[in-house]
């Protein structure tokens, strides 16, 4: 059942999750530390971190308990801010939908902004890997984040003291999600998309918890496609 | 904070089984089925949709400067998406960015 070729892809998806270990580490101790002053007990943060390994989503339902909040409108905040990763199930299913059950599953509950991005540019750079190979390197990918993500939650749930101050941490994620962007910039459409994506996001970024976002997505995809479209038919 | 035992865990949970029906949703239910082509044609833009609106405002508006633009923070951002383009690789276009941080960091003397 385990080829070469795909251990050597595993390989290759879990050397791709290694840098983020420097943008989840950080964020799930602070996640922990913050979840901790909230008033929540340790099985109640570690049970929110393993159940619903969504980070932007944790700290906006942390925040919002703080505030008191209702509890529905803390459940619909933070799914509001998951919904973006419906695109990336949709974009990921001409890739991976032919997968066993249990697979798309496990797949599912790793799919982060992290395993998506890595694999999705991966997967199209190579058209020609197999499915058990596609697999594979989205299982390698998310090797390193996971058990970084639950893991530092612990630390900072019990250590309860916040990471210093640092100038660059609050960096690495932009950083590292723009190195993903570069290479995807193959076309103008493409390039026309990201651009839509940066000016929509940025003008709607008064929007609560990632409608912006989700804007910012629909028209991006739209002027992509709709140049692309153009482009063919001529 | 102001919740019984019970109320939280039936947010984690809620807030728990959504998430999976999130990312389960496509490639859960639609499985090997093709999808139409003006529906693909969409989906090949979604990385390059999603991805830099979600990080444009942490650049233009880093809390670490109190969501003051920064120039630095800038000029690297531009330096990562210049090289990552322009080498087709991640870490390149990283290592550029961290190292155009760092360099305006201490040019500016806002280390």
Known sequence: MTSTTEKSLFLQGFWSGVPFFFVAAPFSVLFGVLAAEAGLNLAEIMGMTVLVIAGSAQFTA???????????????????????????????QPY??????????????????????????KFEDEPDLSLSDKVAFFTGSVMVIVPTWISFSFVGAVAGTAIPENWALDFVMPVLFLGLVGPMLKTFAHLAAALTSIIV???????????????????AMAVGAEIERRRDAK | ??????????????????????????????????????????????????????????????????????????LAAGATLLVAWWRKNLLWGVFAGMATLITVQSVLGTI
């Open chain 1, 201 to 219: 996001a940025l003008f709607f970024g008064f929007l609560p918890s990632g409608t912006g976002l989700l804007i910012a997505a629909f028209a």
């Open chain 2, 1 to 74: 904070m102001n919740y019984s035992s019970f109320e939280i865990w039936t947010i984690i949970a809620v807030m728990g089984i959504g998430t999976f029906l999130i990312r389960f949703s496509f490639l859960g239910i639609i499985g090997d089925r093709k999808m139409p082509d003006w529906i693909l044609r969409h989906l090949r833009y979604t990385p390059v949709a999603v991805l830099p609106g979600l990080v444009a405002p942490l650049v233009l508006w880093p809390d670490a400067t109190g969501g003051e633009p920064d120039p630095a923070r800038l």
């Open chain 1, 96 to 121: 991976l939908g032919a997968a066993p059950m249990w697979q798309r599953s496990l797949m599912a509950y790793t799919m982060f902004d992290q395993s998506y991005a890595v694999s999705i540019l």
């Open chain 1, 62 to 92: 942390v925040q919002l308990m703080t505030e008191n909040a209702p509890v529905w409108l803390i459940i619909a905040a933070s799914l509001a801010v998951n919904l973006r990763m419906a695109m990336y199930s949709a974009s990921l």
